[in-house]
């Protein structure tokens, strides 16, 4: 079971939509005319199932853990974040999620926040970034960003979630002090420089390359639309940004990549099939196997066997 507590205050309590979606489009419900919906608010609970989930992230966001464990893997690498652990993933990034639970099943707080308070918080600190933006400039940058676990960001968040138990029309209000005051607590840590760098990139809100899109999901089940919004394009924009780029249609490109990594691994690891599926993106193992065959003309065991007799 899920308990979604949104800003404003609606208390919401429902199971998962799907195993595969938008966070946070497809699961807060859409709103209304009056609403703020710059910082939004999730409380996920789960105390009776391990659950697993895809999710293409439409929002920067800010996550702590407060019970359970959570395994995730972003493009091809794999991170556990432990109770009372932050981690900050931006826009934009598809994530395989795995739940795992503790004592009081699986619990976490995200936030998430728009280009505009994103903003906001760096005019605010405009003086105190000018000092520092040479350090930030030189930041790898990375998919996941994980904090560990400090006494003051816990504080914050177990204030968070008491808000969020309770009835007070001024939720909203009070998320949006608490998450200023952690962004200041950050910058006044050793993340001080990790910090600027994730409210940077969502300050400037731009649209994603297409080469760092494919970069990163290219070898996970994304779908070509899918591809297409964790761009910030339509369907037909990708399309052909896609083929300008690389010189052909992306669906024949992106399958044709998938199966030449199939290969390799069929050639170079003792991974089962099923395996070698999964990591290379396909939907199931007889789909995998019908278009192997189709390209190389060869299922992928009679490749195998042919590789190894070479």
């Given at each position: ?14 199971t998962m939509p799907t195993k595969r979606f938008f966070v946070p489009d497809d699961i807060i419900r859409p709103a209304r005319p009056d609403e ?174 297409i080469s760092s899109v494919i970069e990163s999901n290219l070898y996970s089940s994304a779908t ?87």
């Amino acid at each position: 079971m899920i308990l979604f507590y949104l800003c404003p205050n609606d208390k919401k309590v429902r199971t998962m939509p799907t195993k595969r979606f938008f966070v946070p489009d497809d699961i807060i419900r859409p709103a209304r005319p009056d609403e703020n919906t710059n910082l939004r608010l999730l409380q996920y609970v789960n105390s009776t199932t391990q659950e697993n989930y895809d999710a293409f992230l439409t929002h920067f966001a800010m996550v702590y853990i407060l019970s359970g464990v959570k395994q995730i893997k972003v493009a091809q690498n794999k991170f556990q974040i432990q109770p009372g652990e932050l981690f900050l993933i931006p826009r934009g990034e598809y994530v395989m999620s795995e739940y795992i639970m503790g004592e009081n099943g699986f619990q976490s707080l995200m936030i998430f926040f728009s280009k505009k308070v994103a903003q906001d918080l760096i005019e605010q600190i405009s003086g105190y970034l000018s000092k520092h933006m040479s350090d930030v400039s030189r930041m790898k940058k990375e998919a996941i960003k994980i904090i560990p676990h400090n006494p003051d960001i816990e504080k914050i968040f177990s204030a968070i979630a008491a808000y969020s138990n309770g009835e007070s029309p001024f939720i909203c209000e009070l998320l949006k002090l608490k998450f200023t005051e952690l962004i200041y607590l950050l910058l006044d840590s050793p993340y001080q420089r990790l910090i600027l760098s994730f409210l940077l990139d969502a300050a400037r809100g731009e649209n994603p390359s297409i080469s760092s899109v494919i970069e990163s999901n290219l070898y996970s089940s994304a779908t070509l639309n899918e591809l297409a919004i964790l761009s910030g394009r339509s369907l037909s924009s990708f399309k052909r940004e896609f083929s300008l780029q690389y010189g052909e249609p992306p669906h024949g490109w992106i399958r044709k990549k998938k199966l030449e990594r199939a290969a390799y691994l069929l050639n170079t690891s003792d991974k089962t099939i099923e395996e070698i599926a999964e990591t290379s993106g396909f939907v199931s193992s007889p789909h995998f196997a019908r278009l192997f065959k189709e390209y190389y003309q060869f299922t992928p065991s009679e490749y195998r066997a042919k590789q190894t007799k070479s």
